[in-house]
């Protein structure tokens, strides 16, 4: 947990705007909420405070996943790196986790100055279930759940709150409508922004396979996606998709 000292704090203000969730607030002296604070450590790392008032102790289960999830200093145990997602996301060409007529979805919650809570996740995550999309074993949203077959997480970490969180799955693309209607759908019932990603593999004759669905569904691809040019496909050899 991250605190304010309040013996040493002078109440300069400096710290307030720094705080990406706008959870340090200031009267006589400064102080953080503890609901809204994600642990992300900027107020730590930014060094900024004249009277060094901030102080840090590692938070126990189930609060610890708010660092997990929103430090970036901080590493997943069951990804063994830093950061939301698993490596694979962005580099199927090296892996080929994503074969040609399946479609792996990202779904990005929270911002800075927003964050999302995990039942907000949940509520997305049983929509994605319910359409039989597989979560990836390694994502770190995953390994919150208590049934990947459900989507449902562990009852103690729906409150917890993070900067971020990305739900990673996978879906043979004649199931990539009906997971992005169910995904519309549960969007209505959620307090938290998310943007959503789809990796594919090109086909052979240059076209995105989930374009027309996405045109069927009145979805606009943005034109700024990720594209990897095959670079890595000697590691992936003996696939043969
Ligand atoms: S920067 Fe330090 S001294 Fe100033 S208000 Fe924040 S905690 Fe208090
Ligand atoms: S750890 Fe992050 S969210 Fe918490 S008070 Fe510091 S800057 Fe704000």
């Known amino acids: 947990m991250i605190q ?11 710290c307030l705007p720094y705080c990406p969730m706008g959870a340090i607030h200031q ?11 994600v642990e992300c450590g900027v107020c730590i790392r930014a060094g900024m405070c ?9 938070s126990p289960y ?4 708010r660092a997990v999830f929103s430090d970036p200093t901080s590493v997943h145990a069951g990804t063994g790196i830093a950061g ?6 962005k580099t199927n060409e090296v892996t080929g986790r994503f074969k040609l007529g399946f479609v792996g979805v990202g779904i990005e919650f929270g911002r800075p100055g927003i964050g999302t809570r995990f039942h907000d996740v949940q509520t997305v995550a049983e929509a994605v279930a319910k359409v039989g999309a597989e979560f990836e074993a390694k994502n770190p949203v995953t390994q919150l759940m208590k ?8 009852d103690e970490i729906l409150n917890e709150k993070a900067m971020s969180a990305i739900i990673e799955c996978l879906v043979p693309i004649e199931k990539l409508k009906e997971l992005l209607s169910a995904v519309q759908e549960a969007a209505k019932h959620i307090d938290t922004v998310f943007s ?10 240059d076209t995105l396979p989930f374009d027309e669905i996405l045109t069927e569904m009145g979805i606009t691809r943005r ?3 990720k594209t990897n040019v095959g670079l890595g496909r000697p590691l992936a050899e003996g696939d043969a998709n």
């Open 147 to 154: 049934d990947t077959k459900t989507g449902k997480f562990k």
């Open 196 to 205: 959503i990603e789809c990796i594919t593999r090109v086909a052979p004759d």
């Open 27 to 37: 009267d006589d002296v400064a102080s953080i909420d503890q609901d809204e604070c």
């Open 62 to 65: 189930p609060r610890s996943v």
């Open 84 to 89: 939301r997602g698993t490596e694979e996301m």
């Open 223 to 225: 034109i700024n996606g």
């Open 4 to 14: 304010i000292d309040k013996e040493k704090c002078i109440g300069c203000g400096i």
């Open 50 to 58: 004249p009277v060094d008032a901030f102080t840090r102790e590692a």
